[in-house]
């Protein structure tokens, strides 16, 4: 019999039924996934995958501590989930013992569709987007330009039982889309993407229409040097440098004096403020529309997550609060090194406290800058500043007297977030947005596009 004949729910009580460790923790991720790609103003294929994958956490006390061993698998057969459970001990005990032990979680009601068949996605999930997209392929056409992209939906229904009680579960729709559009000798590239939770809230025309201008505006070339310039980041790249930001607000290497959130001569920098913009980045796991997981699903312990905060309760968390730095992550281990509050991560990140002015409405209000697309290829260079590095792509567009009159050359920057905050004189109006960057890694996120006076363009690209 396959782990998939079996419901998902009777997979972890048999997992936990297994278990001889001290505690157990079982994760059972049910996936499944829709996809769409076109090229050239016509479908390439589709597909439609399910799965699944256990993971299994066993803690085992001693006399030194509490160790824990994780072991996670796919397509686990019902035959195969006592060597997984045993192989999960067996690393328990072969391990240290664990720095991040803690009780497990008690005490958290549990989820009332515990019990009930995973969530699916189907190709039924593009039932009102595949035919708006074949229209936009056909107005493109008219238009003389090519469409290329890809649209991908996933479901992953998470079931979380432990040996001290928890049974909870989240269901968790993810949906991208990707849409490149292209002059037919490939000279001129826009780019735009959406998040989206099922597709009803994503329009292809738009898009289409919104890319259509962007290839008007490349039909005048014009080249500029390395520089500082005005400019106007959207709310897509503000997205891929917060989210960075974020990865990077460890509460213990903040403590340890390792990260730009450190305070010199010991300390956080939380109390501090970061930008005189009154703005509050914040995760919410019942955000309209940006929904994540209410309590936390960890497959493995490090930085300042642990397998032992699974189930852990998640709440609304400002990360910086009316310019102030008010949080920085950390697992209940980290915040009893460094003293800070119990603050786990959350799969979503929304900056609010810009005025409702549109990025339009900004592009009006420049004299003399630079209109971004998207950035990619963004690596650190230096933690303790978390100085970035990356390139612009699909188009920077030069905004002269309040309109774009052209296309310029794409460049390579290194810039801060923290520092980009700190200098932003200006930020529009919150929505949702898919990182370019990150967008296999994290969708849910919903930023203003900012105006920084002195982007630091450090040198030209010949990337398109």
Not at 4 to 17: D, F, M, Q, S, Y
Not at 377 to 399: M, N, Q, S, W
Not at 415 to 429: D, H, K, M, N, Q
Request: with cysteine.
């Amino acid at each position: 019999m396959s782990a998939r004949t079996t419901k998902p729910h009777e997979i972890v009580e048999r997992a936990l039924g297994l278990s001889r460790a001290d505690g157990c923790v079982v994760i059972a991720d049910e996936h499944s996934t829709a996809n769409l790609r076109w090229a050239g103003n016509a479908l390439t294929t589709n597909g439609v995958t399910r799965g699944r994958t256990l993971t299994v956490v066993a803690t085992v006390d001693g006399k030194e501590g509490t160790a824990s061993g994780v072991v996670s698998r796919s397509a686990v057969t019902v035959d195969e989930l006592e060597p997984l459970v045993r192989a999960a001990e067996a690393a328990a005990r072969g391990a240290g013992p664990a720095e991040d032990a803690q009780p497990l979680v008690t005490g958290v009601a549990p989820s009332p569709e515990f019990t009930e068949a995973p969530a699916e996605t189907s190709s039924a999930v593009f039932a009102d987007f595949a035919p708006a997209l074949g229209e936009a392929f056909a107005r493109a056409r008219a238009g003389g330009r090519e469409l290329y992209g890809f649209a991908n939906h996933e479901l992953v229904s998470s079931y979380l039982g432990t040996s001290a009680g928890l049974r909870l579960r989240h269901d968790q729709p993810n949906g991208t889309l990707e849409l490149n559009a292209k002059s037919p000798d490939r000279t001129r590239s826009a780019w735009a993407g959406r998040s989206t939770r099922d597709f009803k809230d994503v329009d292809p025309a738009t898009l289409d229409a919104e890319l259509a201008v962007r290839l008007g505006w490349a039909e005048r070339r014009l080249e500029l040097p390395a520089g500082r310039y005005e400019t106007l980041l959207p709310p897509t790249a503000v997205a891929d440098l917060l989210i960075y930001q974020m990865w990077s607000a460890s509460g213990r290497d903040a403590a340890e004096g390792r990260t730009v959130f450190s305070r010199p001569g010991g300390g956080t920098r939380v109390g501090e403020k970061l930008t005189e913009l009154p703005l509050t980045l914040r995760s919410d796991p019942n955000a309209s529309g940006l929904q994540s997981a209410p309590f936390v699903i960890a497959h493995s312990s490090g930085g300042d997550q642990s397998v032992f905060d699974n189930g852990l309760p998640l709440a609304a968390t400002d990360w910086v609060r009316e310019g102030e730095l008010n949080r920085l992550t950390t697992s209940r281990h980290s915040a009893g090194l460094t003293g800070l509050p119990t603050a786990p991560g959350i799969d979503n990140l929304i900056l609010d406290g810009g005025d409702d002015r549109s990025l339009e409405d900004m592009v009006a209000a420049t004299e003399r800058g630079l209109l971004l697309t998207c950035l990619w290829y963004i690596r650190e260079v230096d933690p303790a500043t978390l100085l970035l590095t990356g390139l612009t792509r699909d188009g920077v567009y030069l905004i002269e007297n309040g309109e774009v009159t052209g296309e310029v050359n794409n460049f390579r920057f290194n810039e801060s977030p923290v520092g980009l905050l700190g200098r932003a004189v200006e930020a529009g109006r919150t929505e949702k947005t898919l990182p370019r960057e990150w967008g296999d890694w994290f969708t849910r996120a919903a930023m203003p596009a900012l105006r920084i006076p002195d982007f630091n363009m450090s040198s030209v690209s010949q990337g398109v």
